[in-house]
Nanobody, 122 residues
Framework: QVQLVESGGGLVQTGGSLRLSCVTS????????MAWFRQAPGKEREWLGM??????VYANSVMGRFTISRDNAKRTFDLQMNSLKPEDTALYYC?????????????????WGQGTQVTVSS
């Protein structure tokens, strides 16, 4: 069983930065594809980007502002968020897939964290 725990959320002003981290358990973490999603109230879960064996891919909405990275030795998966906007306010989730690359649809991912809240004030 793979467990994911996010941290690093909080309240930040427009233009500020936050770094989210996802700590994982389970074997063979280095082979997992990992993704970040977010969900704002009343909206569907939105894919932000993912990293896997073939590289890193970002959603257009966050490209150039958000950076995904992973440290296989520490079993962590991070999301650096810069130039934050009020519309970035959401509950942020990390997700993992034990085989394959995964995609932009939430149902394609096998494991989820509980989420960490990010609030950007105007």
């Amino acid at each position: 069983q793979v467990q994911l725990v996010e941290s690093g959320g909080g309240l930040v002003q427009t233009g500020g930065s936050l770094r989210l981290s996802c700590v994982t358990s389970g074997r063979d973490f280095s082979t997992y594809a990992m993704a970040w999603f977010r969900q704002a109230p009343g909206k569907e879960r939105e894919w932000l980007g993912m990293i896997g064996l073939i590289g890193t891919v970002y959603a257009n909405s966050v490209m150039g502002r958000f950076t995904i990275s992973r440290d296989n030795a520490k079993r962590t998966f991070d999301l650096q968020m810069n130039s934050l906007k009020p519309e970035d306010t959401a509950l942020y989730y990390c997700a993992a897939k034990s085989s394959g690359m995964g995609g932009s649809t939430a149902s394609e991912w096998d494991y989820w964290g509980q989420g960490t809240q990010v609030t950007v004030s105007s």
